[in-house]
Structure formats: structure tokens, C-alpha cells
């Protein structure tokens, strides 16, 4: 059995390369970075270092690397000879991804059992995103292709912050990981994944992770880097920021009992694993790394923007979320590109070229009728005033 997996960085190798090594998968990756592939193509293994109570060293062999950029016959080649594609490389780059597994679907014999394709990324529907992608380019051809593929919405669940270069190809990573996959698009021939679980219904499991995780995460970022600090766990340290994560999820969390009918008792239970999670020790992760490409953080799908709307839709409060919003305007990071596009929009707020108004609705796509909207340019004036 053959994996091709697409993003061969943190979450890559780290968590989505160790459990296809651990379901038997023989293991190609693909990724862009040509020293990194040259990395992986010069190991017979790596490791995979736990790092907290219970962590465990986990070594993974049968791999090897394919440079997507300078060879995409030969990631092609790969695909149309796989059972599995999974990718980790970021939501706004899977329609890069999208023309590969394409041309691999046309080489791929017709007799074939179906290709079994999950996008691993933070987001609801990704692999929808990259199906789609995948879909328009093939045009009349995706009649007779779309049989060729099975496509699966996933939940990844694993925090891999940057790694030090000094571990060369080894990964760094936190003991706890979830990996929940729709199971509907398999039916019998399961993906041989161990430790993953397959559901029914994906929608609460990606929105839970989404919209706890990931906003308690952003949000302890943003506050925490607007507090001058540079990892999660001294921004978690911080009595205020604490206070701004807590009062962001459980709004969260209240949305998430009201919409998917999670208890009271299991969303509090998750709260506190996860602020343990962002307080490990010995997992080094900065406000830099969690707070990455705030624009797309502040999109309407993203965790901040889509939690508060449907709050704010069914009468919850948000007040929480408009301040991790408010400290996420404030995300001023010279080499991340989106962080300076962010402080650029804001300048031309201050001098009278766009309108609080504009940016809102440009930034996190809500329309002025909805019951967030005005909130939203509330906190942008505030920041900009
Ligand atoms: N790190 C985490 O804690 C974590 C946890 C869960 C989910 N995720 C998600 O996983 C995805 C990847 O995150 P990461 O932290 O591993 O990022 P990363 O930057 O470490 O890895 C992304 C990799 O994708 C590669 N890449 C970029 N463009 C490519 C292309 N066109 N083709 C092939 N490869 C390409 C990059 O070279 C890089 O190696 C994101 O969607 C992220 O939200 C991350
Ligand atoms: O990867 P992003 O940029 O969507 O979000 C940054 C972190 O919150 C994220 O990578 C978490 O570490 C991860 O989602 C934990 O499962």
C-alpha cells in the first residue's frame, strides 16, 4: 500500500507521515522545498520525538521525497499508483495540489480501486476545497475521472510548532493527537489508519476542533502578542490573556452545546485539555507560528469570524471574540506577508483612503445586515482611531 502525502513539514511528517507509517503505508512525500526533499531523500528514517507526560520516541522508515515543483511527472506517476493522497500544506495552497492529483487520476487505470483523497488542514471542508479545485480543472473529463476517487473531509488535531533546524528532518511534537474522518465516502474499504476514528457526521468534530483549538489557540496569540510576549505558554501565564482565552471559548462553547448538542460537562472537560495542551512545557510554540496569516485567520469560514456570526445569529454573546478580533487587528509581524498586507489595510483606514466599514466587509466577508457587522467595525474603528 502507497501513500503520497502533499507538505512534507510539521504536521506532515510529524503526525499525518507516523500514523500512514503505522498503518503499513509505504510513504512519498511531496512538497515544494527542494532542501527538504533532499533531506528526506538522504534518511532511511527519522523520528518523532513526544515531548510531555507520556511521550514516546516513534521512528518512521519507508519513505522517500518527490519535488512537486521540478518533477510533477514523477508525483503524477506516484498518484496514479496510490491508494491514499493526504495533505498538510495549507488551505490556500491546496488548489496548487489540485493539478497533480488530476494528472494522476488520468493515469490512473479505470479498474483501479478509487483513490482515497483527505486534505489534513484547518479547515471546515478542506478536502471539498481540493475535490472542487480538482473538479474544475479536469471540466468534461471529470465524467468519466470522478470514479478514479473517493474524497474525505477530515479533523487533525496535533500541535507541531516550527522545529529547530538542528533536527534536521526529525519532528517535535505534542503526545496527544485526534484524527477524525468522514467515513461516508469509503463505504467498506476503510483507509488503514490506526488511531484515527471514522464518523458519520464531521461537521461537530471539525467545528469543536476548529472553534476551540484553533480560536483559543489564535487567541491566546494575538492577545499574548499584543502583551509583547512571544511564546503560548507565557502568553497563557498572563492573568489578562488567560482571562481573553476563556471568555472567547466559552462563547465558543456555548455556540457549540446550542448547535451540535455537545454537554455542558464535555465541552468544559475539553477546554481544560486543551489550555493543558497549550501550557506543555516541554513543546516550545510561538505567538509568531500560532498567529500565521492573520487574514486568512479573520476570514468568514475561519475560527473567529464563524463562531461569533452564528452567535451572534442565535442571540450569544461575543464580547469575548470581539476582543481576540480587536488583538488580532494588532498582529504586526514583518515576515509574515499577511500580517503586513493586515497593518496595511489599517493605515489606509487612519488616513481616510478605505472605511471601517469597507475592511470589514472586505476582511471577513459579513454584510452589513448581519447582526455582527456592525460589532466588527466597532472594534476595527476603535484599533484605527
Ligand atoms: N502544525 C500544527 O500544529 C498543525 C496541526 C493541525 C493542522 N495543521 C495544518 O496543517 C497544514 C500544514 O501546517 P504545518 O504546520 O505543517 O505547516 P508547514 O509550513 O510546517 O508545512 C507545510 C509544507 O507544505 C509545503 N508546501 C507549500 N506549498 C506546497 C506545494 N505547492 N506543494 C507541496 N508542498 C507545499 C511547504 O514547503 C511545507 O513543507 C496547515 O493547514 C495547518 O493549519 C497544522
Ligand atoms: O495552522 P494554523 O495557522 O491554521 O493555526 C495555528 C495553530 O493554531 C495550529 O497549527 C494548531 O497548532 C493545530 O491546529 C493543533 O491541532
Aim: glycine share 8%.
Amino acid at each position: 500500500m502507497k501513500a503520497v502525502h502533499f507538505g512534507a513539514g510539521n504536521i506532515g511528517r510529524g503526525f499525518v507521515g507516523v500514523l500512514l507509517h503505522a498503518g503499513g503505508y509505504e510513504l512519498v512525500f511531496s512538497d515544494v522545498a527542494a532542501p527538504l526533499v533532499e533531506a528526506i531523500n538522504a534518511a532511511d528514517s527519522y523520528i518523532v520525538h513526544e515531548a510531555g507526560a507520556g511521550g514516546q520516541d516513534r521512528e518512521v522508515t519507508g519513505f522517500r521525497a518527490v519535488n512537486s515543483a521540478t518533477n510533477p511527472d514523477g508525483v503524477a506517476a506516484e498518484v496514479a499508483s496510490a491508494e491514499v493522497v493526504t495533505t498538510a500544506v495549507g488551505p490556500t495552497i491546496l488548489k496548487f495540489i489540485a493539478p497533480h492529483v488530476l494528472a494522476g487520476l488520468h493515469q490512473r487505470p479505470a479498474e483501479a480501486q478509487p483513490l482515497q483523497v483527505m486534505a489534513c488542514e484547518n479547515a471546515v471542508g478542506a478536502t471539498d476545497t481540493l475535490k472542487a479545485e480538482i473538479q474544475g480543472l479536469a471540466g468534461p473529463d471529470w465524467d468519466q475521472l470522478q470514479h478514479r476517487a473517493v474524497f474525505a473531509n477530515t479533523a487533525v488535531d496535533r500541535i507541531v510548532p516550527g522545529q529547530a533546524t538542528s533536527i534536521g528532518i526529525d519532528v517535535t511534537v505534542e503526545p496527544f493527537y485526534e484524527w477524525a474522518i468522514e467515513s461516508g465516502p469509503f463505504g467498506d474499504e476503510l483507509p488503514h489508519i490506526p488511531g484515527a476514528h471514522f464518523v458519520e457526521d464531521l461537521g461537530p468534530y471539525i467545528e469543536r476542533k476548529l472553534f476551540t483549538v484553533n480560536t483559543g489557540h489564535a487567541t491566546a496569540a494575538y492577545l499574548g502578542h499584543a502583551a509583547g510576549l512571544d511564546t503560548i505558554a507565557a502568553a497563557l501565564a498572563d492573568p489578562s490573556v488567560h482571562a481573553g482565552v476563556q471568555a472567547a471559548l466559552e462563547e465558543t462553547s456555548a455556540l457549540l452545546v446550542a448547535k451540535h448538542g455537545f454537554s455542558n460537562q464535555e465541552m468544559t472537560d475539553y477546554r481544560r485539555t486543551i489550555l493543558e495542551r497549550f501550557r506543555n512545557p516541554s513543546l516550545p510554540d510561538t505567538t509568531a507560528r500560532v498567529g500565521r496569516q492573520p487574514l486568512r485567520k479573520l476570514s468568514a469560514a475561519e475560527r473567529f469570524i464563524s463562531p461569533a456570526a452564528q452567535a451572534a445569529e442565535r442571540g450569544l454573546p461575543v464580547t469575548g471574540l470581539l476582543r481576540a478580533i480587536g488583538a488580532a487587528l494588532q498582529f504586526d509581524l514583518p515576515e509574515d506577508d499577511q500580517s503586513v498586507q493586515l497593518q496595511q489595510k489599517l493605515t489606509q483606514i487612519r488616513s481616510g483612503e478605505l472605511t471601517a466599514a469597507e475592511f470589514t466587509a472586505a476582511v471577513t466577508g459579513l454584510t452589513q445586515e448581519h447582526p455582527l457587522f456592525a460589532q466588527v467595525v466597532r472594534v476595527v474603528a476603535r484599533q484605527t482611531n
